[in-house]
Nanobody, 121 residues
Framework: QLQLVESGGGLVQPGGSLRLSCAAS????????IGWFRQAPGKEREGVSC??????NTRYADSVKGRFTIFRDKNTVYLQMNSLKPEDTSVYYC????????????????WGQGTQVTVSA
């Protein structure tokens, strides 16, 4: 089965940093764009960042520009989160889609189970 597994979430103070990882099993990520999404209680899932299959094109939601960085290495994709704010608290998911580099959740084909990020003093 094709699976994505997120890791790296946890509790961090405002202004702190976390690095999330998205690892694939059962398939290679070489041909997939990878997106990071988040969903807080009572809110819709929103796109955070995405990266093309080549790694040459990245996109960011306005709310995280300048603070988050997405990058990929072999079969793992990372989301480096700096200057974290309480409003970043959410469950973060990675997802994979062929051909498209998009922040629209409904277009993605494979999803991980999510990792909790909590930003609090």
């Amino acid at each position: 089965q094709l699976q994505l597994v997120e890791s790296g979430g946890g509790l961090v103070q405002p202004g702190g940093s976390l690095r999330l990882s998205c690892a694939a099993s059962g398939f290679t990520l070489d041909y997939y764009a990878i997106g990071w999404f988040r969903q807080a209680p009572g809110k819709e899932r929103e796109g955070v960042s995405c990266i093309s299959s080549s790694g040459g094109n990245t996109r960011y939601a306005d709310s995280v520009k300048g603070r988050f960085t997405i990058f990929r290495d072999k079969n793992t994709v990372y989301l480096q989160m700096n200057s974290l704010k309480p409003e970043d608290t959410s469950v973060y998911y990675c997802a994979a889609v062929r051909h498209w580099n998009t922040l629209v959740p409904s277009l993605y084909e494979y999803w991980g189970q999510g990792t909790q990020v909590t930003v609090s003093a």
